[in-house]
């Protein structure tokens, strides 16, 4: 039988003396546990929830990795570069690849009868991934987009819509200049979408591959680049490093150098924000575990103290102090797991609510989302809860080395 966890249950569960000065020091033992828990649970679900939605919304207009003319990424033009199936074979069979898809850029002017905006336009085939835009469109649908022959269909953001007073289904004129001279073309608005990442839905419209790529006066085997998936997004600088080998610095039929840009590489100031609110979660957490620890230890204190009679009796019947302090440290654990489980339940209450009902609000212009975003990941949570248990249980260790220092004959005597 183990003794001091028999004798640690027994004054857990004691429950009787509610004059007794440890109940308070108990309870604010298990608060500051709980409160703790459920702080850094939210804050990590906040973060995580924050980090992945706007990393999506970069990735849904930018993929993972980015495969381009060499000179596209030496200056702000666009430069064509030979994206035709032999290539797009190539880069399917990088491992890791999951999707590829064409894009071309071309820049123009829409304008109505009272307005005009210059746009950009993105020219997609029918390798177009639409998920990412399904999930973010407001009115209409998504174009069934070619690379064979213009549908003469456009996909633009709410924000362009609201600036120049049109409606899904209304038609709308583009215009284009370049060297070429002024080109006019006449587009239906078949869809719209709403990121709240302003600095995409500014700018960015969508319109077939074969439109963008006539416009711009290039071969139909020639494109801005591909954007490329891979399966896991945490190695996506390892899957780029095969780019590194067998596509960059090679050249097409026309002479023209392929490079590849990773995500993080072509928006380092998005990606450097995201990675700052890591520090942000580790100074909460390490607030959360003074706070959880300081309170832990004060409460032990206090018990210990006020079971000093005890502490006499059991070493004069022949305890050892390390028994007598696994008796504490025992005692000590049964409090801390009641402040896990609350705070887990509080902690876990609130992200469901959150998700379920959006309670916390944002200002999409300042944040990008219209509501606090929250991401329940388990595995982390349990290490979370784990890693709290072990520290407070440790860092009592020390405290703990307090009862060798009570004698026997006068805490028997002691009041």
């Known amino acids: 039988m183990n003794l001091p966890l028999f004798i640690a249950k027994r004054i857990y569960g004691n429950h009787q003396d509610k004059k007794k000065v440890s109940r308070p020091a108990i309870t604010i033992a298990i608060a500051g546990i709980t409160i703790g828990l459920a702080v850094m649970i939210v804050s990590i679900s906040i973060v995580l929830g924050f980090k992945h939605t706007i990393r999506n919304k970069v990735i849904g207009f930018g993929s993972h990795i980015q495969v381009t003319n060499f000179m596209s990424q030496m200056s ?18 990088i491992p890791e690849v999951t999707h590829v898809e064409r894009f071309a850029y071309k820049q123009g002017i829409l304008k109505t009868d ?42 633009i953001s709410k924000n362009m819509a609201d600036k120049l007073k049109v409606k899904a289904g209304e038609r709308i004129f583009a215009y284009f200049i370049d060297d070429a001279g002024i080109r006019v073309r006449k587009f239906t608005i078949q869809g719209i979408y709403q990121t709240n990442l302003n600095q995409y839905d500014e700018y960015i419209c969508y319109a077939d591959l074969y439109t963008i790529v006539k416009l711009n006066g290039w071969a139909a085997d020639q494109a801005s680049g591909a954007g490329v998936m891979v399966k896991d997004f ?9 780019f590194i080998k067998k596509i960059n610095k090679t050249e097409d039929s026309y002479g023209e150098t392929y490079s590849s840009q990773t995500i993080q590489d072509i ?5 450097s924000w995201l990675n700052l609110l890591d520090l942000n979660v580790l100074i909460i957490i390490i607030l959360m575990m003074v706070v959880a620890t300081v309170t832990m230890i004060s409460g032990l204190l206090i018990i210990i103290l006020e079971c000093t009679n005890m502490i006499g009796v059991l070493k004069a019947l022949g305890a050892t102090n390390r028994s007598i302090r696994h008796v504490f440290l025992w005692f000590s654990a049964f409090v801390i797991g ?25 200002d999409p212009t300042v944040y990008y989302i219209n509501a606090v975003p929250v991401e329940i990941n388990i595995p982390l949570f349990l290490i ?32």
């Open 76 to 93: 702000s033009n666009y430069y064509p570069i030979v994206m035709n199936d032999s290539m797009m074979n190539v880069i399917r069979n």
């Open 114 to 155: 009272s307005d005009f905006l210059g746009v950009m336009f993105k020219g997609v085939g029918p390798e177009f991934n639409s998920s990412f835009i399904q999930q973010n469109l407001i009115k209409g649908t998504v174009p069934s987009f070619s690379d064979e022959k213009s549908g003469n269909k456009l996909l």
């Open 234 to 242: 945490e190695r996506v600088n390892e899957v780029e490093s095969y």
């Open 267 to 271: 928006n380092p100031q998005i990606f």
């Open 338 to 362: 009641q402040g896990l489980i609350i705070g887990d339940v509080i902690g876990f209450a609130i992200i469901l609510l959150q998700k379920q009902f959006e309670i916390l609000k944002l």
């Open 384 to 415: 979370l809860n784990v890693s709290t248990f072990v520290f407070c249980v440790f860092v009592l260790i020390a405290p703990s080395y307090l009862i060798s220092h009570i004698s026997p004959t006068k805490s028997i005597r002691y009041e």
